[in-house]
């Protein structure tokens, strides 16, 4: 996924730029980078690898190092950011949040042009950003050549542009994919990815940039340099997983839509029969799937409990590792038992979702190893069907890793993809064959997924305007 943070201010805006671009650490594994503008020396610019330590750490000394009353930065998990641009349309800093899936032909394309020429990385991949650059600097302004960028990628692109003089230039995704908001103190505004990021620095709203939507930020104004288009499909995924809790998208609060969903996950299950009687508590998968399982159980009447503890201290990521099999050695020590809320205890857990359910069958084993009688399973979202398209969320899994449409080849084959709604349906002979099929495979005593009505629901956004393909292959 990625996030970023900026702000053009009356004073030096290094200080808010670097806990801004903080704040969305839960959003990228792999580079952190931070850019600024001072009107003494011009651009500056600082990427670190964060894989193996926070980006507190490796930016610590930032303060010492550059300076400026604007700046920009950003959290990614793939391409190192923001770059320096010296190009026909000034000299600037950009990174860019999102996914470009046609990027060899984007390259080829710009290729054939006389001059253009990219920075190869190792194995003679483009970064994706100097990609998103180049195609904008083709054109005569800002503005102009962002909307042909975006125009011509295949998947989404947000992006924030500090520009040679100090002002920053914000555009959201053509179709709204992520958020793009602006917040206001007395000095100035800044531009952010997660809304409690401006908050807990003491900005306030001031507003959300709609699908396609460029805007011109100094400290003094925001002018607008493209209007928002009419159409939006922001990832709905946004608000069960990646958001953090405490930011607000399109008008709905994180926390809150996971309490709702969960209410709403347990009385589908008290309406189609599926509520496990015996229960002796309601659990979460830490962390996002906890708030889910507290609307659970308030719905449902069964005390929540959380029968394990995530010691973070020392391993604070456990998707950080490339390998599947350190990723799920890392997840397993990171769980530390509550014997006593184990031993002999019918548990129902509920997750934010299942994907590839590797890391969840560690857990579940390790709840049976430490004496669980039953471990039943509930997936705050429907079965994820196929890899997204858009963002960089399992971007690196391929539709048949997914443990929905692995199940789904096992039990029928090539037909199974006719029928993946049906699938989807706990109610339909095929959506309980799917469920029973993962039970076996992952040792739950049963297993269901939120409907998508159900999310959709509990997200309180128009369905029109969410992206749902992961779920139901619909763009």
């Known amino acids: 996924m990625g996030g970023f943070f900026g702000a053009a201010l009356k004073h030096d805006a290094m200080t808010d730029v670097f806990f801004g671009v903080d704040y969305h650490s839960h959003l990228g594994t792999r580079r952190a980078g931070l850019a600024a503008y001072n009107s ?24 010492d190092e550059m300076s400026g009353n604007s700046a920009i930065g950003c959290i990614s998990d793939y391409d190192p950011q923001p770059l320096l641009i010296r190009s026909k349309l000034g000299t600037y800093a950009i990174c860019v949040i999102g996914a470009v899936n046609n990027a060899s032909e984007l390259i080829d394309r710009c290729l054939s042009d006389a001059g253009v020429h990219f920075d190869a990385m190792t194995g003679g991949n483009v970064n994706c950003t100097e990609l ?39 555009a959201r995704d053509k179709l709204g994919r992520t958020p793009v ?44 340099l493209a209007a928002p288009g009419d159409k939006m499909k922001m990832c709905a995924f946004l608000w069960s997983y990646y958001g953090y809790p405490t930011s607000t998208y399109e008008g709905s609060n994180v926390e809150t839509m996971r309490y709702r969903n969960g209410r709403i996950m347990a009385e589908n299950d008290k309406k189609n029969g599926t509520f496990p009687s015996d229960l002796d508590c309601v659990c979460g998968i830490p962390d996002s799937g906890t708030p889910h399982a507290i609307g659970y159980s308030n719905e449902s009447g069964v005390a929540f409990a959380r029968p394990f503890i995530k010691y973070t201290p020392t391993w604070p990521r456990s998707f950080t590792p490339t390998n599947q099999k350190e990723r799920n050695k890392v997840a397993k020590m990171k769980m530390v038992p509550v014997h006593d809320l184990i031993q002999d205890k019918n548990l129902l857990f509920v997750d934010d979702s ?15 190893e430490n004496g669980a009688n039953s471990v039943h399973m509930r997936s705050a979202c429907p079965p994820i069907m196929f890899s997204c398209k858009y963002l960089n969320f399992s971007r690196a899994t391929g539709d048949m890793e997914l443990i929905a449409r692995k199940t789904i080849d096992e039990l029928e084959g090539e037909e ?38 159900g999310v959709i629901k509990a997200i309180g956004v128009d369905r029109c305007k969410l992206c749902t393909y992961c779920w139901d292959g619909k763009e």
Not at 147 to 170: E, M, N, P, T
Not at 354 to 368: A, H, M, P, S, W
């Open 40 to 63: 003494e020396i011009g651009l500056q610019r600082s990427i670190h690898n964060i894989q193996n330590s926070p980006f507190r750490t490796k930016f610590e000394n930032i303060f």
């Open 354 to 368: 299942i994907v590839r359910g590797t890391q969840l069958k560690e857990t579940v084993d390790f709840l049976y």
């Open 416 to 453: 199974g993809l006719s029928h993946l709604e049906e699938y989807s349906d706990g109610s339909t002979e095929r959506g309980k064959k799917l469920r029973a099929a993962i039970c076996k495979k992952l040792n739950f005593d049963s297993l269901d997924f939120q409907s998508l009505d």
């Open 132 to 170: 998103v650059a180049t195609l904008i600097n083709q054109k005569d302004s800002f503005a102009e050549g962002i909307k042909y960028a975006q125009d011509s990628i295949d998947g989404s692109a947000s992006l924030l542009i500090l520009c040679d003089g100090g002002s920053i230039i914000a």
């Open 181 to 224: 908001l602006i917040g206001k103190n007395e000095d100035g505004y800044c531009v952010t990815f997660e809304s409690f990021a401006y908050k807990k620095l003491g900005f306030e709203d001031e507003r959300e940039l709609g699908p396609g939507e460029i805007v011109k930020i100094t400290a003094d104004s925001i002018t607008q």
